[in-house]
């Protein structure tokens, strides 16, 4: 199955400079807005004040969400929490906190919409478990990077583990920029999230790669330029395809997954969209402008016959 109806030979590598200038005006805009405003980090993070709630009834968690946001409790998270009737609800951390008072307030507004609600629990989540997690996040984003490019220039050349190691980092950053920007939570699902990307441009940047060696060893008379872009043009339609799919499913999750999935889907979204772009204009252009020729990807050959070397 094809996303094409006819073989595309679309000059990829010619324009790539130009899309350099894209990445690096997104890049330096990415790091200037994490510099200048920062991640607001959600409750994991940061810690707070964690209540449990039992209703009567199913609990309607949007409406839950609503009430605390219209009573001034900005930035509640709000989920079930075992079951259905059971709301978990967590705070971010206020100064002069009084925990009693806090939860009897939060208590007061739900209960003006469901009277029969109870409050099983208060408990505070200190900021030393929030700095635990965000270190322990940093350092599994480092061992995959790590590991990427071990295992590609492994599997292919440690010129195209550049480019895959390049483009990893290039999909998280724009990510992280778009949250600082826009000022939304950023919790352990958008970390969740931003691995997830890293995974999948990954994936992407390594069927690319496998059909530029193949490539190479086919066109020996291509240039490099003429034979990456063959490999990209013949990996595109399956690239659309996979993109467009797992688009389909994380759009259903940013419309219909509500507040709790909203920054896990919307990273996913701005991933599978910079991810694909990466796969081609990040790792695949790195590798040409690194001087990558059918050479770097042929087995080593011995200098002498065996014949030779026999007595």
């Known amino acids: 199955m094809e996303f094409f109806h006819k073989k595309t030979s679309f000059p990829f590598m010619a324009t790539r400079k130009r899309w350099y200038v894209v990445s690096a005006i997104l ?33 309607d968690l949007e409406k839950v969400r609503s009430d605390l946001e219209k009573a001034g409790f900005g930035g509640a998270a709000v989920q079930s929490f075992g079951t259905a ?60 990077f790590l590991l990427i490019l071990a295992y590609v220039a492994f599997r292919f050349q440690w010129k195209l583990g550049v480019g895959a190691i390049v483009a990893a980092l290039h999909d ?7 949250f ?11 970390l969740a999230a931003i691995l ?45 395809m996979t993109s467009l799919t797992t688009m389909i499913t994380v759009i259903a999750l940013l419309v219909f997954g509500g507040e709790i999935l909203r920054g896990f889907s919307t990273a996913l979204t701005i991933g599978i969209v910079v991810g694909t772009y990466s796969s081609i204009y990040i790792a695949s252009a790195l590798a040409l402008d690194l001087k990558l020729t059918a050479r770097d990807l042929m087995p080593v050959q011995r200098d002498k016959d065996v014949v030779d070397e026999m007595p």
């Open 196 to 240: 997830a990307v890293i995974g999948y441009s990954l994936n992407d940047t390594v069927v690319v790669f496998d059909r530029i060696r193949e490539r190479f060893l086919s066109m020996r008379k291509g240039t490099s330029d003429q034979v990456i872009d063959a490999a990209v043009n013949e990996t595109l339609s399956r690239t659309l």
């Open 85 to 144: 009737s059971e709301v978990l609800v967590r705070l971010l951390p206020q100064e002069n906190l009084d925990v009693n008072r806090l939860g009897q307030s939060v208590l007061a507004t739900i209960q003006g919409a469901e009277p029969g609600v109870e409050l099983r629990r208060t408990e505070v989540v200190g900021p030393q478990v929030g700095q635990e997690l965000a270190e322990k996040g940093a350092l599994a984003v480092l061992f995959t």
């Open 27 to 59: 890049i330096v805009g990415s790091l200037l807005a994490l510099a200048v405003r920062g991640l607001n980090f959600g409750i994991d993070f940061t810690g707070g004040v964690v209540m449990e709630f039992s209703f009567p009834q199913a609990a």
């Open 172 to 178: 998280p950053i724009i990510i992280l920029g778009f």
């Open 180 to 190: 600082a920007v826009t000022g939304m939570t950023f919790d352990l699902p958008a």
